[in-house]
């Protein structure tokens, strides 16, 4: 059926290295569903790198402007042999998409990473993102963007050098019942549907009326089989604990719905979305 795949994958990039990692496992996920992805190239403007308000020398301004299209052009250039040298890796056509056929392009965007999320995600039926860097403060407004306004499942891709054809095989479902995990399961019903096997995880502990074992039968009626694993969170962060029963299970991916709470709150007092953000090594689709 046409609406149990991917059509549409989305990957924002720029030259800070943390693209790659994850175009790998964006083009897996094309290739496997015949989708069309578009690699879009954020090139920072000028305006995007001062503070509101300052007033620069229009001189200063015009040296400003033409080393920031100098390096966006190096920039460019780098990440275009980059994505080509991917994308005759993976099988994927640089060309417009056509049915049954994995296909991408790679298009400029003037502006920031967050905007662009939010100029082409909200019509994408996955985005890809590479997971943070505490180190160099980087990827957070991305994330955060591609979470509160697109309106679209998002994967976080580590910083792993191999990656695995099979890691969509088998998937784990983080499961409490509640609006977040609710949304991602729907969402995330085409990975979910391509994948051999499925995991549903749960504490058992949940103020939400929907059981594990309901969600199991949810997935019968659409033919998808699947296994329950309950754990109980014993001191730990529940976000870390939901990390290592996708391990212990096996599984390459795990889903699951994020920021129960406010992205703020969780990120200043480390709730178990951020846990699972900060912490993961593996790839994880969230949905808020």
Known sequence: MPLSRLHSILLPVRGDGKGDNAMKHAAILARKHTARLRVVHCRLRTQDLMSYGVVIPK???????AAVSQNANAT??????????????????????????????????????????????????????PQPDPNMNLGFNTLKSALFSSGRPVMMCPHNDNVADTFTDHVCIGWNGSLEATRAVALAAPIIAHAKSVTILSSG???????????????????????????????????????????????GLLIMGAYHDSYERESLFGGNSQAVVKESDFPIVLVH
């Open 76 to 129: 460019e250039e780098q990440l275009l042999q980059e994505f080509r040298d991917l994308a005759g890796q993976f099988d994927l056509a640089e060309q417009d998409h056509v049915p049954g056929k994995a296909t991408t392009r790679f298009i400029d965007y003037d502006g920031k990473q967050a905007d662009a999320v939010k100029y082409y995600g909200r019509l994408a039926d996955l985005i890809c993102v």
């Open 205 to 251: 502990v949940s103020d939400h009326a929907a059981t594990p074992e309901q969600l199991q039968r949810h997935l019968e009626l659409r033919e998808i089989p699947s296994t329950i694993r309950k754990f109980t969170v014993t001191g730990k962060n529940a976000g870390t604990q939901l990390l290592a029963e996708t391990k212990e299970a096996g599984a």
């Open 59 to 65: 001189i200063v301004r015009d040296q400003i402007e």
